[in-house]
């Protein structure tokens, strides 16, 4: 069998690795119309590592937040990937901001974060000197990666497990034959 992933991204190239991993006889390719990988949203963003604190429990933006955070940081490790899991705090600055920072701490540990820790006056400025802020939620999961060096290391494996990856491959045409698709590129 043959599948062909289109998008050379972040999620692009997991996708072609994870369907590899899965069935290691089936031929996968990957298209990117850029000249590179990872060209937009995967390497142009904050390079922030979520740890799913915002979103709604039991979503499957939540689950996928809380267990992709922890995939990625492994993945990060084995491929020597720079990244820090240094947390970050979530501020109210007046009393306005309270009931929402409650509500925030409340999903993350129904999302199953761990070491959450409501901070008020001094205890907040310990971890950050330069925040004002009345209360504050510590996240110590979240972190910062390099995600173009995360794009490097996934072209990286998918190179070495025999993935055919194609850049500068602008899909322009999609037909099925009714067995499968011929799939028309600037790249042929």
Avoid at 76 to 98: F, S
Avoid at 100 to 120: A, C, D, P, T, V
Wanted: net charge neutral; hydrophobic share 45%; proline share 2%.
């Amino acid at each position: 069998m043959k599948i062909c992933v289109i998008g050379g991204g972040i999620v692009g190239l997991a996708v072609a690795r994870q369907l590899h991993s899965a069935n290691r006889s089936c031929e996968v390719s990957l298209l990117e119309k850029e000249s590179g990988f990872g060209r937009h949203q995967s390497t142009h963003n904050s390079g922030v590592l979520h740890a799913g604190l915002y979103y709604k429990p039991g979503s499957a933006k939540a689950r996928m937040a809380v267990s992709g955070i922890r995939l990625m940081t492994e993945f990060c490790r084995q491929k020597g990937v720079a990244h820090e899991i240094c947390g970050k705090l979530v501020v109210a600055v007046d009393e306005a901001e309270v009931p929402r920072l409650k509500i925030l701490i409340e999903r993350g540990q129904q999302n199953g974060l761990s070491g959450l820790e409501w901070l008020e006056g001094d205890a907040i400025r310990e971890i950050e000197p330069n925040v004002a802020g009345i209360a504050a939620v510590r996240v110590p999961e979240e972190g910062i990666v390099d995600y173009d060096a995360v794009v490097q290391a996934m072209v990286s494996d998918a190179r070495a497990a025999g993935i055919a990856l194609h850049a500068g491959a602008r899909v322009e045409q999609l037909v099925s034959d009714g067995k499968g698709w011929r799939i028309a590129t600037k790249a042929g």
